[in-house]
Structure formats: C-alpha cells, structure tokens
C-alpha cells in the first residue's frame, strides 16, 4: 500500500506516527551520536537520560506517587503475573484472584505453583460478559493480595467499579494503562505490557508502593526480585534499549496531546459512536458484554454467521481496515480503540459497517 492503513490490532497495536517518524530519523544517528539509540550500551550517559526521562514522563502522565518505584522489565505481563506470587507471598499463602476473562485465568495458571490461588468470583459460566456482583465475591481475610484484571482484552470487559478491599490490590492495566484517569494509591501494585497504550511489545511497565517491596516473599533468583531490579534502576540485565526508547516517545506523545484527561474523554466519545452503531443494528452486529462494563478499549462484536465475520475481515482489509479479526478464543470480530488509533480510524470502520449491513442484512 502506498499509505498507511487503520489498524485496529490488539496488541502490539498501532504507535503514534508522529512517534514512528521520529524514531525513523532518529534510527541511523540518534541525537548526533553516530549511532543508532539501538547500538549504544544502556550503561552509556545518554541512554541512562533517555531511561530517567521515560520514568519521569509516566510519573507525571499517571501521577504517581513518590513512594511507588516504577521498574521497566521484560517478558511481557504473563511474566509478571508469576514473579508478582514470588515476591509479595509467602510460600503456599492465600492470594485472592478475581476472574473476569481470558487474561484473569491466565495470571491464576502462572500463580497456582507459588500460592494458594482462590477465585473470589468468576463470570466464567457467563461467557464472561460481565463482572460478578461486589456483594457475592468470597474474600480472604488473610489474603497476601487480590488480582483483578482491569480490562480483559479479549471479551472487552471493564471492570467499572470501586474495588474498597482489606487487603493489597494488584490490577493487570495491560489495555486500559492511560487511558483514563486512575487513583495508584489505590493499587499496590500495577503491571502492564506496554504494546497497547504505551508502546511497542518487548517491554512492561510495573509500578508497586514500597512498602510491598519490603516484602521477603519466597526464595527467588535476583533477576526474579523486583528489589533487584530497582537497586539496578531496571537495568539488572541487558534491557529491551529501543523498546525503552519507543515507550519513552510515545509517553512524552501522551503528555503533549493533553495527557490522560483528555485521552479518557476521546475514547469514550468514541467507543459510545461504536456501540450505538451496535445497538442500533437490529441484531446484525451483535454485543453481549452488559452495558455497565463495556470497554473502551476493546470492542467485540458478531454478525450473524461466522461465515459473514470472515467476510467483514476481509472487506475490511481492502479498505485499509486491519486488525479485527477476534482472538482465537472468542472469534468473531474485535475494535481495538487504543490511545494512538486516530479519530479517523473509528469514523471508516463505522462507515464501512453501515455499508457492510446495508449489503447483507
């Protein structure tokens, strides 16, 4: 294609091309140097400047307090979901987790080895299209956390509610980091693959209040403490240097268009165009999140037969309109609404739906 196409990927999902041409530049001969910011050593001075002002930009993007450490690590959020059971439990101590959707069982299988995983509640025999009511989660007492997962990327469920818990919570942001404004003092602990809002795959953001830190946990190697990892300023081993360097553009990106506020009023502006159109479809495009936990993020939806979701993905595709296939998991079609999705994207697919309905319903 001569231009570049609409890209409705989940993950990674579309960057920023302000943010793409500049990396462009910059990729030969960064800042004058010689070479490229993926060459030079990330000991050297001008990658520790261009680390501390990627963790002082999302500082400033998300407000975060001074006592929580921000750590960039690899090995995406699954990772995380295992080293979060070494380092904030006990071996075999009761971790609550409540379970929304794919990603809320994903991080339960990669705890279950190191705690006594307990689901508070489940939405599972609901095909997970909602979450389940506050007043019929079972919580633990004696709980070294609860897991939530904010927004399930694959079944495009928000959680929408106050959490008011006893106990630390530790929230998987992965698709919903910076999109709206959130409270971190009311999380002990918030991880997220940057391949969404934030930037490229190949890196992960995890920001945790230090008094959790001071945890002992279970008996771990360095690279698995995430003390380790903030005594080394994330630099414990050799880091992901020029996915660093994209989630650094694509912050400072966030924080000129306005920041967080204003990506939050965007993207429900937006997501509300989406779903009216699926609401008022008569049933052609079809919906079965409830409508108190519907996503901004990410929106699912059918058509009739899969045979005319494999027929939208490919008519789409010669549109410019990619990225919509749903995940193996669920099928169907999915709208991934991401920071850096231009307004213009969301008005074609719309366009493109009428047209579509018209010609087969």
């Not at 609550?96 to 190191?114: E, M, N, R, S, V």
């Not at 508070?120 to 007492?141: I, K, Y």
């Not at 980091?177 to 971190?184: E, F, L, Q």
């Not at 159109?277 to 993020?297: E, K, Q, T, W």
């Amino acid at each position: 294609m001569s231009q570049r196409v609409f890209n409705f990927s989940a993950g990674p999902a579309t960057l920023p091309e302000a943010v793409l041409r500049k990396a462009q530049a910059a990729l030969l001969n960064w800042q004058d140097i010689g070479a490229s910011v993926a060459e030079i050593s990330h000991r050297s001075a001008d990658f520790m400047t261009l680390a501390a002002q990627a963790e002082a930009d999302l500082r400033a993007l998300l407000h975060v307090p001074d006592d929580y450490a921000v750590l960039f690590m690899q090995g995406g959020a699954t990772l995380q979901q295992a080293l979060i059971a070494l380092n904030l439990a006990h071996p075999g101590q009761r971790a609550d987790y409540l379970i929304t959707g794919h990603w809320g069982k994903t991080a339960l299988k990669q705890a279950t080895p190191y705690v006594d995983a307990h689901i508070v509640a489940s939405s599972e025999a609901q095909g997970f299209c909602n979450v389940p009511a506050r007043d019929n989660w079972r919580l633990s007492a004696d709980a070294a956390y609860l897991h939530v997962t904010d927004n399930e990327t694959i079944h495009g469920v928000a959680l929408n509610l106050p959490l008011d818990v006893q106990v630390p919570v530790v929230a998987d942001f992965s698709s919903s980091i910076a999109s709206r404004p959130i409270r971190v003092r009311d999380y002990g602990l918030i991880y997220a693959g940057a391949q969404k809002n934030l930037g490229p795959s190949g890196i992960t953001v995890v920001i945790v209040a230090h008094d959790l830190l001071r945890r002992s946990g279970q008996r771990r190697a360095p690279i698995l403490d995430y003390r380790a990892h903030l005594e080394r300023e994330s630099m414990l081993n050799t880091p992901p240097t020029f996915n660093w360097y994209l989630l650094g553009l694509c912050l400072a990106w966030m924080r000129e268009q306005g920041g967080v506020a204003t990506f939050a009023a965007r993207n429900a502006a937006r997501a509300q165009k989406l779903y009216a159109l699926l609401d008022d479809s008569n049933g052609f495009y079809r919906n079965p999140v409830a409508v108190a936990h519907r996503s901004c993020m990410n929106v699912p939806f059918f058509l009739p037969t899969p045979e005319l979701d494999a027929e939208f993905v490919a008519q789409a595709k010669t549109r410019g309109l990619i990225g919509l296939k749903g995940h193996k998991a669920l099928g169907g079609i999915r709208a991934s609404l991401y920071n850096a999705l231009p307004d213009a994207a969301v008005d074609a697919l719309i366009g493109f739906m009428h047209e579509f309905r018209k010609h087969h319903d």
